[in-house]
């Protein structure tokens, strides 16, 4: 969307809203205005389409978990802070607890519940088990949608360009170091139990991340304001 | 008696979690994710002031918003004195038809406040003239402690460190916020709670509602993190079990990220005024402390132990005063009182090396108690050093040119982690050779479902996946709530135990076909065979065939010998300064850590890494800020309460050291205790300045350094 698109949306549909009547913006821009009650709307979520009545105010993300069921994806942060609600939208990942459910018609949405084929997990959701990258596991269905767009984009991302893609999602039990190795690709330790036995004293080794690599600009700036 | 496995087949190797497909696909199902039929939502109206009382509740126009199924007061004006003791306080609830509808109820509830004087910060509650807001004072001495002639030990002392030390307050942030979806049958409750503790949310139902624990069940199959603050229903699962009877139809109450900033914890902040002494051979002498801190409006804030126990110190006092403000209770948080207790005293330690001219590292070590099995710090120590290649070590001050600074620090942690005596398990094993193994425990993230599979499937010599974990019910026997690192210690021994009065009772019942004593039947690779011979047996499924129609059902109990207390580790970290910006960058952290017997090392490390993770948090970025005219947070969301993301990851070097003969100790604590004051003590070795407080902040170290330069310190 280029500057003038913007400003024409806004104008439109946001900041206008609050001081002219609904029907003035019909009359000034040709656009219908929507709400405060349901209206019906159509959504293709993983290849499939659904019908159904929705206040304009609902969000993507409610509209998927509170109405279809799709409850994988979940609402942490509620603000577009932490990505746990993660989905695909026409091959970029959005924040779905921020997307309006009426402004996302039309589009190709894809959420975690889309991954698996034929009852196979995808590669990314295995790797994420194989290395042990989820511990409670909230985060987790975001996070995989974020490494799912990458790979996607780019399936041999340096530990630097798996940190830019990943950076909008956050997680507490602090599963990174993992979901870095397994958005990179790496193998997974000793995931399986094929291996040799090893000794029991010290079998712990685990090393994770690379160092060197610069910080992503954005979120250092971000986080230090 | 039951034994480990001397060679074991799955105990301490890295097996993924059994529930990670389940995680990964979003097929897990949270309490957060429970749907019932008619399901309502309920939402809680909070007091916007940060003391005040309530005169009066009107719900007239709530009650008749669109959808609004039930209303209720939850402090009640009609019934005595109703107040509200900080920002975020429960005043009153309601449930509707959508989360949208309860929102737009409960901002119709009109609310009569009186407003009353409060207290934002530490320092107004212990001014003299304060308002006295709290019945039992603002301010509260604890006992003082004393231990050895403290006068003495400062005359023993050649080098003397004062100094100011302070560490802020950190909240859980459970990704899934508190709260819970209560239906009734009748009488019955069922609620699927976000809880660390199925057993002790049942007991908090019955006291609550005033029912009896037969009438609950309490269901957590999946949870979103706890950390120390979901221990109970909380006021949220009463309204919400309320809400759920008075309209007759299932409720959802969980709460949104500002009221889980709010209302459900906090680790408390801590400040102490220090003075302690080092004799002119390294020995420290003594360590004389003034603390007090606060744990909000509902709790104190102590910090135990100080200084931190891995040292010896001959001498010490500590005199602790709680502060009450007006701000939400403080709630156990993830090893409670040591990691600000153990940034204090190392970062103390590292002062006082600094003033003896002696490395940080052998300072320690001429400190450090002789090795156990639960202190093996002298060990430790020089492992890590080697690992983050310690000799490379500058004294402090980074003497390179240019803005950006290198340094390297250390610190140590202990934890307890016992388990619970009274923990039981039950154990199925049927004729089809599918096995059960029900404990009333449940998986805060730790990967607990996993190991209650992994030790009945090494007990039968089965695969992991062949064995069902029935975990996160209260209808299960009994397990104690998930904190403390004590799970491991509690639920490893009875499930190891009742798995193995299984298998003696299957063995007894092939023996005779196999032609032998039943005593020297094992199991192992899928076959119940005689020992040193495994032609000499039948397979799994044709044993558990001979059973027959009769399942084999037992209960067993946790014993001693299987599981320990104590573990001990350190902590090493690289960090770089960019004294123009004053940003921190963790660059490494080395950690060598023991959990004794290592029962699945995949998720012990993530542990590890977890801890770590969360301790970088807490040295650098976390903090809860209250405005401090309207003790408001100003932060409670996830754009400016910072937590650490993907890029502020640093190289993590984990080496846990298994301790086979010492049986299983919990590992959720540790990790995290020692991270900040490694941090902080790279910090100062990098910038030739002390930072004091946490978080370590660029302003911070900006104000430090500007102090440095005119000749003083922060």
């Known amino acids: 969307m280029d500057r003038r698109d913007f400003l024409k949306t806004v104008g439109a549909g946001g900041l206008a809203t609050g001081v002219i009547a609904p029907a003035e913006i019909e009359a000034q821009a040709g656009a219908r205005a929507l709400g405060p009650g349901a209206v019906p709307i159509k959504l293709t979520i993983n290849g499939r389409a659904h019908t159904l009545e929705v206040e304009p105010r609902v969000t993507l993300l409610d509209a998927a978990r509170n109405r279809l069921g799709l409850t994988g994806l979940k609402r942490v942060c509620d603000r577009g802070s932490c990505g746990a609600c993660t989905m695909i939208v026409d091959g970029r990942t959005i924040y779905s607890c921020s997307t309006l459910a009426i402004e996302a018609q039309g589009k190709t949405i894809r959420t975690v519940e889309g991954l698996e084929t034929a009852g196979a997990l995808h590669p990314m959701q295995k790797a994420f088990c194989d290395h042990d990258a989820l511990m409670c596991g909230f985060c987790t269905p975001g996070l995989v949608m974020a490494a799912v767009a990458l790979a996607e984009k780019n399936p041999k991302p340096s530990r630097e360009e798996a940190c830019h893609a990943l950076d909008g999602n956050i997680c507490r039990c602090g599963t990174y170091v993992k979901v870095l190795a397994a958005a990179m690709g790496q193998p997974a330790v000793r995931a399986s139990l094929d ?9 712990g080794r685990g090393v994770g991340g690379a160092g060197g690599g610069a910080p992503a600009q954005l979120r250092e700036e971000v986080r230090r304001g | ?272 005024k220090v003075r302690a002494g080092v004799s002119a051979e390294g020995k420290f002498t003594a360590f004389d402390a003034e603390t007090w801190g606060t744990g909000g409006a509902g709790a104190g804030a102590g910090f135990n132990p100080l200084p931190y126990t891995v040292y010896q110190w001959g001498a010490r006092r500590r005199r602790h005063q709680d502060v009450y403000i007006n701000a939400g209770a403080q709630r156990a948080f993830r090893a409670p009182g040591h990691p600000q207790a153990s940034f204090i005293t190392e970062v103390v330690v590292d002062e006082l090396a600094d003033k003896t001219g002696l490395d940080p590292l052998e300072l320690r070590m001429r400190n450090l108690p002789a090795e156990a099995p639960n202190a093996m710090w002298v060990k430790y120590f020089p492992m890590a050093a080697e690992k983050i290649g310690w000799s490379r070590r500058h004294k402090t001050g980074d003497p390179t040119p240019g803005p950006i600074k290198r340094g390297l620090g250390c610190a140590a942690n202990r934890w307890a982690g016992a388990g619970n005596k009274q923990t039981k398990a039950h154990c199925d094993i049927h004729p089809d050779g599918s096995v059960v193994m029900q404990i009333g425990t449940q998986d805060i993230g730790t990967g607990t479902r996993t190991i209650v599979a992994l030790i009945t499937a090494e007990t039968f010599g089965l695969p992991v996946e062949a064995v069902r974990a029935d975990i996160g019910s209260s209808v299960y026997p009994f397990a104690p709530g998930s904190g403390g690192s004590v799970t491991m210690g509690s639920i490893s021994p009875p499930v190891r135990v009742t798995a193995e009065k299984a298998l003696a009772a299957l063995a007894a019942k092939v023996a005779p076909s196999i032609g032998a004593d039943p005593a020297t039947l094992v199991a192992s690779k899928g076959r119940i065979h005689v020992q040193g011979d495994p032609s000499k047996g039948v397979t799994w499924k044709e044993a558990c065939k001979m059973l027959g129609t009769e399942t084999i059902s037992v209960d067993g109990e946790w014993q001693e010998g299987l599981s320990s207390v104590g573990t001990s580790g350190v902590q090493f970290s690289e960090v770089e300064v960019d004294i123009e910006t004053g940003v921190t960058k963790v660059k490494k952290i080395v950690c060598v850590q023991d959990t004794g017997t290592v029962i699945d090392m995949l998720t012990a490390e993530s542990q590890c890494y977890g801890g770590i993770i969360m301790g970088i948090g807490f040295a650098l970025f976390e903090q809860r800020v209250l405005d401090r005219n309207t003790a408001r947070m100003v932060n409670p969301n996830m754009e400016w309460y910072l937590l650490p993301g993907p890029s502020d990851i640093p190289e993590i070097d984990v080496t846990i050291i298994d301790q086979p003969d010492r049986g299983v100790v919990g590992l959720g604590e540790p990790p995290t205790i020692s991270t900040a004051a490694a941090i902080a003590n790279a910090v100062a070795n990098a910038t030739g300045v002390r930072i004091r407080s946490l978080p370590i902040t660029p302003e911070r170290v900006l104000a430090a350094l500007q102090q440095d330069r005119r000749g003083g310190t922060l």
């Not at chain 2, 007991?203 to 269901?219: D, H, S």
Request: glycine share 10%.
């Open chain 1, 195 to 203: 291996g040799p036995p090893d000794d029991r004293a010290e079998r």
């Open chain 2, 1 to 272: 008696m039951a034994k480990w496995p001397s060679s074991p087949d799955l105990l301490g190797k890295r097996i993924p979690r059994l529930d990670g497909p389940g995680k990964a696909t979003g097929a897990a199902k949270y309490s957060y994710d429970i749907q019932r039929p008619g399901l309502l939502y309920g939402r809680i109206l909070r007091s916007p002031h940060a003391h005040a009382r309530v005169r009066a509740i009107d719900f007239s126009a709530a009650e008749k918003a669109p959808g609004v199924k039930a209303v209720l007061p939850i402090v009640d004006p009609t019934k005595g004195e109703a107040k509200v003791m900080y920002h975020g306080d429960e005043v009153a609830a309601v449930a509707a038809e959508s989360e949208d509808q309860a929102l737009d109820a409960a901002r119709l509830i009109k609310v009569d406040y009186e407003v009353l004087p409060h207290l934002a910060t530490v320092e107004q509650a212990m001014r003299a003239e304060a308002p006295k807001v709290f019945k039992e004072g603002n301010v509260r001495p604890a006992n003082a402690q004393e231990d050895g002639d403290i006068e003495a030990g400062f005359k023993a002392a050649a080098h003397i460190v004062e100094g100011m030390y302070s560490t802020q307050v950190q909240t859980h942030n459970s990704l899934e916020t508190h709260g819970c979806v209560c239906e009734w049958e009748g009488e019955n409750l069922t609620a699927w709670v976000s809880t660390q503790a199925v057993h002790g949310t049942r007991e908090g139902f019955a006291t609550g509602l005033g029912i009896p624990q037969a009438n609950i069940k309490v269901i957590t199959d999946y949870m979103g993190g706890g950390f120390g603050s979901k221990f109970g229903p909380d006021v949220q699962g009463i309204v919400c079990a309320k809400l759920a009877k008075q309209a007759g139809r299932a409720v959802k109450l969980l709460l949104d990220r500002k009221e889980e900033h709010l209302a459900t914890g906090n680790r408390p902040s801590a400040f102490a």
